[in-house]
């Protein structure tokens, strides 16, 4: 008892030393961003920032690609507001659908982009009183976030207020509403949207960063996609509404402090753990947040130059594994490729010279994407530079931080394979239990690969997520290991511990051993080795895995394919341990031919499928191929060899 006492009287000695620490930190922080914002006040304008251009610049919006948009914002006339009932938000705590809610709220709110697109190209008036009653509708509801992002309900509830992706990207877009629009909206409505962003969007913003307690909105010094989400829609309307500069610059000085851990979400050479899809998401928002800051500040305050931008912004060009094709890994979908106005926009600032992609034609989208893309920008301005190449035609794209590499074939026939491996680790952001998990690319299809992320529930951002057969390694192509599955965490990685290149065969080596956390596992490598043919002959693929078990124990691995698949020879005697399959559809099959063998010596393979339950983003459901030895070992080698299905 004397002891535990003593504890006690340890610790509150120290909590307030610990707490003055905290404060100290706080305000020099406080001081650093204020400090900056007094450089930034001279480069701003008198009034607030408008990207884009009002719909009084009449020579300019009548140069606008329109689009459908007229068309769809009549649509949207005959339709009525879709309602957002308590019961649908608060569906989510109930049964964790997240789906039902969003997607009504997605038909609601875009209702507000459409009619403001619709009557800047038109300038009729007749869209501003159905835009003003959404704008009365969006003000009423009582939550801007998703239910999901409002922890039992507490926003809906009055109880609570604080900033989520789509609240921040919803103060963006009413604040641009303003600034383009000016006097055609109502001064009853120009206050309802002022007084509603500064109650949910600007005072818990600045109410976090001054106090140095960010609480729910810990996203302001947050690594994923929701730091520069969010900084997006906040700066954005703070850019867009608030009179006074100095206030202005005080939000710039705070995002480019706070949006820099953004990038440590992405290893030093660009790699976006994340996936594709949110490399859009993520960081698309950091661009167009990036250019509206260089815009409203001319030029003086340049986010892009920021330590390993440059790297980032390639990151969605150097994925391209085969034509058109790109790995789903992490969350993500498999038809998931680089947003075509954000390649193109970084294409021309970077100087890329990526032609292809800088022949995009923008069209218009949100209003704060329309701002940045279908207006003059910084891009529009960077000179001409040569055309060059995208990554697509090397032989080779190697993320050496991440242990993420492409291999490709010498020419872009479609006929030949590529494809994609990955080691990393399992603590990665929107992270799948994964390591070791690789893609085969062939004929414009994905026979064999990492299948992607799930539709999301309650259970996927919960202590449950990888209960989920997608997002464990169950619903990876790599190894069981006794009965084990891979565990979760930053020591679960797999390392690469040789790798060699040419022009005719590329190999590299992972170990990933530590993945499964295993005592009895002495050795666990996987090898893959990619062989290019001349041109009109196939290529190959070869996996192999060397396991090595004391005392000896089960081993398996396993295919992954949304195509259709079929077993060649399966009751020939003489090949117990071989599995050979076609996979895919007609013309685009690959030959897969599974080997397990020990010291030289055939070890019998057993093939099981089962269906991956969960429902993945692809909007299909995977099969899972595996390859059982049927007897225990204490050492295998299994190795998967693959080539086009060539007659």
Not at 108 to 127: D, G, M, Q, T
Not at 255 to 276: I, L, N, R, V
Not at 575 to 588: E, F, Q, S, V
């Amino acid at each position: 008892m004397l002891k535990q006492i003593f504890l006690l009287i340890v610790v509150f000695s120290f909590f307030p030393l610990v707490l003055n620490a905290q404060n100290d930190k706080t305000t020099a922080r406080n001081q650093e961003i204020e400090k900056r914002a007094d450089e930034i006040v001279p480069f701003l304008s008198k009034k607030p920032f408008c990207v884009g251009k009002p719909i009084t610049d009449r020579a300019v919006w009548e140069t606008i690609p329109q689009g459908n948009i007229i068309k769809d914002a009549e649509n949207l006339l005959k339709t009525p507001i879709p309602e957002l009932p308590e019961p649908l938000y608060k569906e989510y705590y109930q049964n964790g659908n997240r789906t039902n809610y969003q997607n009504a709220r997605k038909y609601k709110y875009r209702r507000l982009p459409v009619f403001v697109l619709a009557e800047c190209i038109e300038n009729k008036s007749r869209f501003i009183a159905p835009l003003e009653e959404i704008i009365r509708s969006i003000c009423a509801d009582p939550s801007w976030t998703f239910p999901a992002h409002d922890a039992n309900a507490e926003i809906y509830d009055g109880k609570t207020i604080h900033i989520d992706l789509v609240s921040a990207d919803t103060s963006v877009e009413l604040g641009l509403a303003v600034t383009w629009l000016g006097d055609k909206l109502s001064p009853e409505i120009r206050e309802l949207i002022y007084r509603n962003i500064e109650r949910r969007t600007f005072q818990p913003y600045e109410q976090s960063v001054k106090s140095g307690n960010n609480g729910r909105n810990w996203w302001i010094t947050g690594t994923n996609n929701w730091n520069s989400v969010c900084h997006a829609g906040v700066v954005g309307a703070a850019l867009a509404l608030i009179d006074d500069p100095a206030r202005r610059a005080w939000y710039i000085a705070a995002a480019e402090k706070f949006m820099q851990p953004f990038f440590s979400g992405f290893t030093p050479d660009g790699y976006c753990s994340e996936g594709m899809g949110y490399w859009n998401y993520g960081f698309g928002h950091f661009a167009e947040l990036a250019e509206i800051v260089y815009q409203a500040t001319d030029g003086h305050v340049d986010f892009l130059t920021m330590p390993k931008v440059r790297n980032c912004a390639l990151f969605g060009f150097r994925m391209e594994v085969a034509t058109g094709l790109f790995a789903a890994f992490a969350d993500c979908s498999i038809t998931a490729k680089p947003d075509p106005a954000l390649a193109k926009y970084l294409s021309r600032r970077f100087q890329f010279g990526f032609a292809d992609y800088e022949k995009y034609q923008n069209r218009l989208g949100s209003l704060k994407s329309t701002g940045v893309y279908c207006f003059p920008n910084s891009a529009a301005k960077t000179p001409e530079t040569p055309a060059t190449s995208t990554p697509l035609t090397e032989l080779r794209t190697d993320f050496p931080d991440a242990g993420v590499m492409i291999f490709r074939p010498k020419s872009e026939e479609t006929k030949q394979l590529a494809f994609v491996c990955k080691g990393g680790h399992n603590a990665e952001h929107h992270n799948h239990n994964d390591v070791g998990s690789f893609t085969v690319m062939y004929a414009g299809t994905m026979p064999v690969l990492d299948p992607g992320g799930e539709v999301y529930t309650r259970r996927t951002f919960s202590n449950k997520r990888y209960d989920s057969k997608l997002l464990n390694s169950f619903g990876h192509p790599v190894p069981v290991i006794n009965g084990q599955l891979q565990k979760t965490g930053r020591n679960a990685e797999g390392k690469i511990i040789a790798k060699t290149f040419s022009d005719k065969k590329d190999s590299c080596t992972i170990n990933y051993a530590s993945a499964y956390g295993l005592k009895e596992i002495k050795k666990s490598e996987r090898t893959f080795e990619f062989t290019r043919a001349d041109s009109g002959k196939p290529n190959s693929l070869t996996v192999t895995d060397v396991i090595e078990l004391e005392p000896a124990g089960t081993l398996e691995t396993a295919l992954l394919t949304y195509e259709s698949w079929e077993e060649q020879n399966p009751n020939d005697p003489n090949n117990k341990n071989t599995i050979d399959l076609l996979i895919g559809a007609k013309d685009k099959k690959i030959h897969v031919v599974v080997t397990a063998t020990a010291d030289e010596k055939p070890l019998p393979l057993k093939l099981e499928t089962l269906a991956v339950d969960e429902d993945a983003m692809a909007g299909k459901k995977p099969i899972r191929l595996s390859f059982k030895i049927e007897e225990p070992v204490a050492n295998a080698k299994i190795v998967t060899k693959v080539t086009p299905n060539v007659q």
